[in-house]
């Protein structure tokens, strides 16, 4: 039951966008078995209309998670994995001759889909990285002078193994940036894991996975989010947080404005994931680590001495008083 | 936060145990070292520190506690010890210093403690400091096998062939014990399951019989490099002293004992710094010796045969007042005190003793001269007065220099009656006339010598002796010479004339660098001293102003001035440490390092203790209503001792005094965040509080986070809440 609001268009409840919220949860949960915590941080990320950063080791399930948001929500789901020689061309799609015709057609690339998973998007030189970024943060790609607009939602999960750094081109912090979570999904307890073995048994539990929201909900949702109330006092918060970042000795790099207006905005979308209509210091708190932490940059003193981006962020956290 | 895979981490931090065999190698090593110490008597005190030493290596098999890989402290043991035997260091007194047992006692000791040192750090990869300790006991045991000329075997040079084989065989034993070094420990899950704590006994073995055949060639190699050298070691050494004899020998510099007039003078206008003379202001001409006696081209009398007797720093006037400027002297040959003819006083530097001799002018020489050596030179204000240098003429010395000797052409003094002659009579034409002061007459009779011998001789380097005397041949026969021709001939013409005059040998101060003046051994100079009634002494120089020495040689280069600049200034930094004991030394720096670091420790720890500081709560609400009740209901957790700090929302703050929320509406921090208060309380300390009605606080807080933070201000839900507040601190009241 969608509400009429004054322009005319349908809102949807508070009630209905967490019913709809839990829905999207519990059937990820079918599949990623064990990690609520993460699948609500890729959903908040999805409802506040950033993208994610993936960091794990190989086999924890994050094309799993991936194609089950896309068939939860019944979207095209598109996979990229990158390797050294691809080209910004495979990503974004290219023209090609007819010879039949004397024309070019253009074949759209992967990039075209509404979940796209960039699978070890370190693995690639950074001119296929930045094409990209740029698709990413700009919803929309120019080539040859025409402008086309890509599906929404437009939904990019990228990985990268946090371990392996042998003929990699690691994502400089500028670039970290555009991604407005960072999750790791982890090796599931050993009960977990053998629900896994269980359930894999019988077939893959992803090719029973049903749709259970549209893309227009998402979309719907999407524009939910942006209405939440952030009071002064929270807004005043985050900036706090960001400006203790931005002022300590031990960072080369603080958290910019894309990153403060990252965090206000995941935490507009976990209120609403959570039934209100207004953002607490708690969901500050809460997402201050997945959302900040990938965005500093240490100093080399710092970063040799031991010094890890999470303690940086508890720091801010302890020290900042939070509004009453 | 992220999952790092644990088998790429160090492993565990457990303590890792050094093999039994090779404890016992190094302490053998350090018995060995205290049996050479003993029998050479080198540092006995430095005993004692070897038994620590044992102590320690021993101590760390048992002591659970290990310096932290990356810390400072084995840094500052390491300039502890080295500093604590600074003291012991022998001073070089020309012995090779590589064989001198005290310094092999030291670097002995040097390498025990470092294998001390070694055996208590931490080892974060798990594996014992095998081949450290296998080379530091070995550096040890050598140290202690060490036998020069000057070295006593004592009781281990006697048995050191038995005692070597045994340290190898504890080395070897070692080996089966040091497992592999290069794969790391299987993470912690599959060692559980597979229980692998050490390598299969076949791959020790191998490990073990590798390093053995590395041990046996590493023993090969160092006896077929030493074996060569000792057995030829006689002809190595012969032909290290051709080596050095073919050297060409260091330039001789100093005043000649008796110059003979030569054709050459000054040859090869050698630059050797002689002497460095600081802030001088006075005569460019510093005289040295005095010849009175003239015999066959040659000035006597010589050196040698002079008496010098030893005086008294008094006898020098070394109190005067005056300008001091202090010489320096770097040719120990030179041992004459070379000065000005009106310097009013001499004092010799620290450790110099002086000698005079009167024979031909007052003449002081250094007796010990170990250069450099320095003296000052003090000269009073007033050009003309005459210093210590100046004694009244004696009739006997005025008779030798009044003497022309027989070998004189006659020539000569007919010469020098002939100038006078011309110059009274170009003075009687000029209408100019000589007065009669007190030394004027002497003076008009040196300007006129002087006049003629600049207008019809030049000056040459080279010059023909000719037959017969030099200085009648010079005079009559020739036109050109150098210094010392001018100069006899200036002293045969003025006594031929009736001023008592002597031949003064010593150098021509010029080259400036700064404020100080260098005198080089090309500015050896020879002029003319004369005695003016009325006046005493003064100094005569009749050599053409082309044959001073500042214009003969050019300028020297650049980069010897550097060279000398930088080594004085190494010695004047050897002056001021030779002041200090080498304790007192090790102290200062022992002092300055732990100064740098107090201060370093103290500002950090300033730094961070300021920066704990939180800032206050935040209570700016829109409505008076919503700051009271936030106020009351953090003065109600205050009163009942559960205050939450400023950085945490209140529903934190109880989830963490472990009372569930009911339902979970809120989810809760996500694990790894590790939000921590400053006073983060768990359940265990809250025993001591008044038990607080969690369940409706948590409804309170909800119903005040509704009307704080939603966007428009409810003024009924206000009333209601506030009514909540009431309750909820009132229940508590009773």
């Known amino acids: 039951m969608k509400i009429e609001t004054e322009t005319g268009k349908t809102m949807l409840t508070h009630e209905q966008f967490a019913a709809t919220a839990g829905r999207v949860e519990r059937n990820l949960a079918t599949v990623i078995r064990g990690k609520p915590a993460s699948i609500r941080l890729v959903l908040i990320s999805l409802l506040a209309g950033g993208h994610t950063l993936l960091e794990d080791v190989p086999g924890t399930g994050k094309t799993t998670l991936a194609k089950s948001l896309a068939k939860s929500i019944n979207g095209i789901f598109r996979r990229i994995q990158f390797t050294p020689d691809l080209l910004p061309a495979d990503i974004t799609g290219s023209s090609f001759y007819r010879p039949q015709d004397g024309t070019f057609e253009f074949r759209e690339g992967p990039v075209f889909t509404n979940i796209l998973l960039a699978d070890e998007i370190n693995r690639t030189s950074p001119r296929t990285q930045s094409a990209l970024l740029e698709v990413m943060s700009e919803n929309q790609i120019t080539i040859e002078g025409r402008r086309r607009n890509l599906p929404q939602p437009f939904f990019v999960v990228a990985t990268q193994n946090p371990t392996e750094f042998h003929g990699t081109y690691p994502l400089p912090e500028a670039q970290l940036d555009r991604f407005a979570i960072r999750v790791t999904l982890g090796y599931p307890d050993l009960d977990d894991e053998m629900d896994i073995l269980v359930t894999h048994n019988d077939g893959e539990p992803i090719d029973s996975l049903e749709a259970v929201v549209t893309c227009e909900d998402i979309l719907d949702m999407q524009a939910l989010v942006k209405t939440i109330t952030v009071d002064r006092a929270v807004a005043q918060y985050i900036l706090k947080l960001v400006e203790f970042t931005r002022a300590d000795t031990r960072l080369r790099l603080g958290i910019s404005p894309r990153g403060s207006l990252a965090l206000y905005r995941t935490a507009q979308a976990r209120a609403a994931i959570e039934g209100r209509d207004f953002v607490l210091p708690e969901d500050i708190r809460a997402l201050a680590g997945p959302v900040l932490a990938h965005r500093i940059m240490l100093d080399t003193k710092a970063k040799y001495g031991g010094v890890q981006n999470d303690q940086i962020i508890d720091e801010a956290l302890n020290q900042v008083a939070v509004p009453r | 936060m992220v999952n790092t895979n644990t088998a790429t981490e160090p492993a565990s931090k457990e303590v890792v145990k050094i093999p039994t065999a090779l404890i016992f190698a190094v302490l053998m090593s350090y018995f060995a070292l205290y049996l050479y110490i003993q029998a050479n008597s080198a540092a006995q005190e430095t005993i004692f520190v070897l038994v620590i030493l044992g102590i320690a290596l021993i101590g760390s098999r048992f002591a659970r506690f290990r310096m932290a890989h990356n810390s400072r402290a084995p840094w500052i043991l390491r300039i502890v010890g080295i500093l604590f035997f600074a003291g012991n260091f022998p001073q070089r007194d020309g012995s090779p210093l590589l064989f001198n047992p005290a310094v092999v006692a030291l670097l002995g000791m040097i390498w025990g403690i470092e294998a001390a040192i070694q055996a208590w750090r931490e080892r974060p990869w798990g594996n014992p400091p095998g081949a450290s300790l296998i080379l530091l006991s070995s550096l040890t045991f050598v140290s202690a096998s060490t036998v020069g000329e000057e070295t006593n075997v004592g009781i281990f040079g006697n048995y050191v062939a038995l005692l070597t084989p045994i340290f190898l065989l504890l080395i070897v034993l070692s080996f089966r014990a040091l497992e592999t070094s290069s794969t790391p420990a299987p993470p912690a899950h599959v060692a559980a399951v597979l229980r692998v704590d050490r390598v299969p006994r076949r791959v020790g073995n191998s490990i073990a019989l590798v390093r053995l055949m590395a041990l046996l060639l590493a023993i090969g190699v160092g006896f077929g490099c030493w074996w060569p050298v000792h057995m030829y070691r006689s002809q190595i050494s012969t032909w290290g002293n051709e080596l050095l004899e073919n050297h060409p020998a260091p330039e001789t510099a100093g005043l000649s004992s008796a110059p003979a007039l030569g054709d050459m003078f000054n040859g090869n206008g050698s630059p050797t710094r002689v002497l460095r003379i600081d802030n001088y202001r006075g005569d460019a001409h510093l005289r040295g010796l005095c010849f009175d006696t003239y015999s066959r081209g040659r000035w006597l009398p010589a050196e040698e045969s002079v008496r010098y007797e030893p005086t008294a720093a008094a006898a020098m006037n070394s109190t005067a007042a005056g300008e001091r400027a202090t010489v320096h002297c770097y040719v120990s040959s030179l041992r004459e005190i070379v000065a000005p003819l009106n310097v009013a006083g001499i004092a010799p530097g620290p450790g110099v003793e002086v000698e005079r001799a009167d024979a031909a002018g007052l003449v002081f020489r250094v007796d010990n001269a170990i250069s450099p050596y320095t003296y000052d030179l003090i000269q009073a204000q007033g050009v003309a007065n005459q210093g210590i240098l100046c004694a009244p003429i004696s009739p006997e010395e005025r008779a030798r220099c009044l003497n022309i000797p027989a070998d004189i052409d006659p020539k000569v003094i007919d010469l020098a009656h002939k100038i006078w002659a011309d110059a009274q009579a170009k003075a009687d034409a000029a209408g100019v006339a000589i007065t009669s002061t007190q030394g004027a007459i002497p003076q008009a009779k040196i300007d006129a010598v002087d006049h003629y011998i600049l207008s019809h001789y030049t000056y040459a380097l080279k010059s023909h002796p000719g ?39 010593g150098y021509y101060a010029h080259e400036s660098q700064g404020s100080s003046t260098i005198v080089r051994q090309r500015d050896s100079h020879a002029w003319t001293e004369s005695w003016v009634d009325g006046i005493g002494w003064v100094t005569v120089d009749m050599t053409p102003g082309g044959g001073r020495p500042d214009k003969l040689y050019p300028p020297t280069a650049a980069t010897t001035r550097m060279w000398e600049w930088l080594a004085d200034r190494v010695a004047d930094a050897q002056a001021y440490f030779a002041r200090f004991t080498p304790a007192q030394l090790s102290g200062g720096v022992a002092g300055m390092g732990i100064a740098f670091y107090g201060l370093r420790w103290l500002i950090v720890g300033l730094r961070r203790r300021r920066r704990r500081v939180i800032a206050p ?48 509406l809120i989810s809760p921090v996500p694990p790894g965040l590790g939000v921590r208060g400053p006073e983060a309380t768990d359940v265990a300390t809250v025993k001591s509080t008044r038990t607080i009605d969690t369940a409706r606080a948590l409804d309170f807080v909800r119903e005040y986070n509704a009307l704080r933070f939603r966007k428009s201000f409810d003024a009924e839900r206000a009333a209601e809440t506030r009514a909540l507040l009431e309750e909820l601190t009132r229940k508590e009241a009773n």
């Open chain 2, 467 to 505: 037959t017969g005397d030099k200085i009648s041949n010079f005079l009559l026969h020739e036109n050109a010479g150098h210094c010392e021709y001018f100069a006899s001939s200036a002293v045969i013409l003025l006594r031929a004339l009736g001023i008592p005059s002597r031949y003064v040998t």
């Open chain 2, 617 to 664: 709560v935040v209570y700016d609400n829109r409505a008076e209503a919503l700051r009271d009740m936030a106020v009351i209901f953090d003065k109600y957790l205050a009163d009942n001792n559960v205050p939450c700090p400023p950085n945490q929302p209140w529903i934190e703050h109880l989830e963490l005094l472990g009372i569930p929320t009911a339902p979970r």
